[in-house]
């Protein structure tokens, strides 16, 4: 069995939501002409060194209907991956949803979305590292809180019905995967976020902001919330039913707590609950400390990336700015266990969040669009050689059971999967039991 090692990763954008009342998708791998080369996309993945990659099929064109699936682009790309031996953190539902599901207002999205995740476990069952839906209390707020994408509602209730269903959605696909390969493991790339209040008469709205936060994980790991929320859940549409189905239904013990962070996670709250970005005053130490605390789970940095402006070099500071706070993190004993810079190639018109078809492209990548490599791109190459062999030699809380493509069939990785379907039958002590290293 191979030694343990840090999850350096990088992501190949594929937001899909759709904007002008449905008429128009923002399909990201589209617009940053992956689907023309995904070979040469892989390549790049290779040349920096990197063996995990958010990655996943355009949820559009893959799911056709209910139990019928085209996993033409599927079947090449990820039996390429297999072949690579690079390790997809599977991506199966970001930011939108097909046509003929309409959007997140629809009651059925949890169960359809559950079997469209168990039918893709079946087709790939070497894959073990699944994030089911990126950014659950982000899609739900751009959705029906702003009313920038999807159904674009704007109200409570609309946000309550969304992230429910989002949620659920979740868990309900974290069950179906587990039922086809017992020990996956489950990535919930989260936006992390925290309000400041910007005085004394904002205390209370940033305190509710500040609650509001933790609701889609909350809800996933079946976590309590607190009064002010139980309340606003209520309040908003969502039974007591709904609510003590996450208390119930939850697979904390086969999660890693994703936290994305940006300059913009970070917000100033005025008195009448409206906000402004702050830019970082926190930082990522901070802030994933808090989330840490709350759930007390394995934690990964899985979004980051900041324009390359005019000096060249903004985008490689941040790099290093967050890294050396993924250090302070790891330094202060909270087991995190990778990094990711987001993602491989630049994005478009992710300068505003999708709701403009502009053409304009965002220099976030490791790479251009013409697939030459940035100056973050040799930054990260050169990071990831550096500390790739440190960081398990010098911490036993990075060892995670993780099968490689080309384990998957060996023997001990079949008496891991048998092992985690006799610990899936047995009794679990609370639903609070983080995952636990295993060599």
Same mark, same amino acid.
């Given at each position: %069995?191979?030694?343990?090692?840090?999850?350096?990763?990088?992501? &190949?954008?594929?937001?899909?939501?759709?904007?002008?009342?449905?008429?128009?998708?923002?399909?990201?791998?589209?617009?940053?002409?992956?689907?023309?080369?995904?070979?040469?996309?892989?390549?790049?993945?290779?040349?920096?060194?990197?063996?995990?990659?958010?990655?996943?099929?355009?949820?559009?064109?893959?799911?056709?209907?209910?139990?019928?699936?085209?996993?033409?682009?599927?079947?090449?790309?990820?039996?390429?991956?297999?072949?690579?031996?690079?390790?997809?953190?599977?991506?199966?539902?970001?930011?939108?949803?097909?046509?003929?599901?309409?959007?997140?207002?629809?009651?059925?999205?949890?169960?359809?979305?559950?079997?469209?995740?168990? !039918?893709?476990?079946?087709?790939?069952?070497?894959?073990?590292?699944?994030?089911?839906?990126?950014?659950?209390?982000?899609?739900?707020?751009?959705?029906?809180?702003?009313?920038?994408?999807?159904?674009?509602?704007?109200?409570?209730?609309?946000?309550?019905?969304?992230?429910?269903?989002?949620?659920?959605?979740?868990?309900?696909?974290?069950?179906? &995967?587990?039922?086809?390969?017992?020990?996956?493991?489950?990535?919930?790339?989260?936006?992390?976020?925290?309000?400041? #209040?910007?005085?004394?008469?904002?205390?209370?709205?940033?305190?509710?902001?500040?609650?509001?936060?933790?609701?889609?994980?909350?809800?996933?790991?079946?976590?309590?919330?607190?009064?002010?929320?139980?309340?606003?859940?209520?309040?908003?549409?969502?039974?007591?039913?709904?609510?003590?189905?996450?208390?119930?239904?939850?697979?904390?013990?086969?999660? &890693?707590?994703?936290?994305?962070?940006?300059?913009?996670?970070?917000?100033?709250?005025?008195?009448?609950?409206?906000?402004?970005?702050?830019?970082?005053?926190?930082?990522?130490?901070?802030?994933?400390?808090?989330?840490?605390?709350?759930?007390?789970?394995?934690? %990964?940095?899985?979004?980051?990336?900041?324009?390359?402006?005019?000096?060249?070099?903004?985008?490689?500071?941040?790099?290093?700015?967050?890294?050396?706070?993924?250090?302070?993190?790891?330094?202060?004993?909270?087991?995190?266990?990778?990094?990711?810079?987001?993602?491989?190639?630049?994005?478009?018109?992710?300068?505003?969040?999708?709701?403009?078809?502009?053409?304009?492209?965002?220099?976030?990548?490791?790479?251009?669009?013409?697939?030459? &490599?940035?100056?973050?791109?040799? #930054?990260?190459?050169?990071?990831?050689?550096?500390?790739?062999?440190?960081?398990?030699?010098?911490?036993?809380?990075?060892?995670?059971?993780?099968?490689?493509?080309?384990?998957?069939?060996?023997?001990?990785?079949?008496?891991?999967?048998?092992? !985690?379907?006799?610990?899936?039958?047995?009794?679990?002590?609370?639903?609070?039991?983080?995952?636990?290293?295993?060599?």
């Amino acid at each position: %069995m191979p030694a343990p090692q840090f999850l350096f990763a990088t992501g &190949i954008e594929n937001s899909n939501p759709t904007i002008q009342n449905g008429k128009l998708r923002q399909d990201e791998l589209e617009k940053c002409g992956h689907y023309k080369f995904w070979q040469k996309d892989f390549d790049l993945v290779q040349e920096l060194g990197i063996q995990f990659l958010r990655y996943g099929p355009p949820i559009h064109t893959t799911w056709t209907g209910v139990g019928k699936y085209d996993w033409s682009f599927a079947d090449e790309t990820f039996n390429d991956l297999r072949r690579r031996n690079i390790m997809p953190i599977v991506d199966l539902c970001h930011f939108g949803v097909p046509d003929w599901l309409g959007n997140f207002q629809n009651p059925d999205f949890p169960e359809l979305f559950g079997q469209y995740a168990g !039918a893709f476990a079946q087709r790939f069952p070497w894959v073990q590292l699944y994030t089911p839906v990126n950014e659950m209390y982000v899609c739900a707020e751009f959705s029906a809180l702003y009313g920038w994408w999807n159904e674009q509602l704007s109200s409570d209730q609309a946000f309550v019905t969304a992230l429910k269903h989002i949620v659920k959605g979740n868990v309900l696909a974290m069950h179906a &995967i587990s039922a086809v390969r017992p020990d996956a493991l489950f990535i919930q790339s989260e936006s992390s976020e925290y309000f400041h #209040a910007d005085s004394p008469a904002a205390i209370k709205p940033a305190e509710l902001l500040n609650a509001k936060r933790f609701l889609s994980l909350d809800l996933n790991y079946g976590r309590r919330v607190d009064s002010d929320m139980y309340e606003y859940l209520m309040d908003s549409g969502m039974t007591r039913e709904e609510y003590h189905f996450f208390l119930e239904n939850n697979l904390k013990h086969q999660c &890693i707590m994703g936290n994305d962070y940006y300059k913009t996670n970070e917000h100033r709250v005025r008195p009448d609950g409206s906000t402004t970005a702050s830019g970082e005053i926190f930082g990522y130490h901070v802030i994933t400390t808090q989330y840490h605390d709350r759930y007390r789970l394995p934690v %990964m940095h899985t979004e980051t990336n900041l324009w390359q402006g005019p000096k060249g070099t903004e985008a490689v500071d941040w790099l290093w700015k967050e890294w050396a706070n993924v250090l302070r993190v790891r330094n202060d004993g909270v087991p995190i266990v990778g990094f990711t810079w987001y993602s491989l190639i630049d994005q478009v018109d992710w300068d505003t969040a999708l709701r403009e078809n502009n053409g304009v492209v965002n220099p976030l990548g490791l790479y251009d669009l013409n697939r030459n &490599i940035r100056p973050v791109g040799e #930054a990260y190459k050169k990071l990831i050689s550096q500390w790739q062999q440190v960081l398990p030699a010098q911490s036993m809380c990075l060892q995670m059971p993780l099968v490689m493509p080309n384990e998957s069939n060996d023997a001990w990785a079949q008496k891991k999967r048998l092992d !985690a379907q006799l610990a899936q039958d047995a009794p679990i002590a609370s639903a609070d039991t983080p995952l636990q290293s295993a060599s």
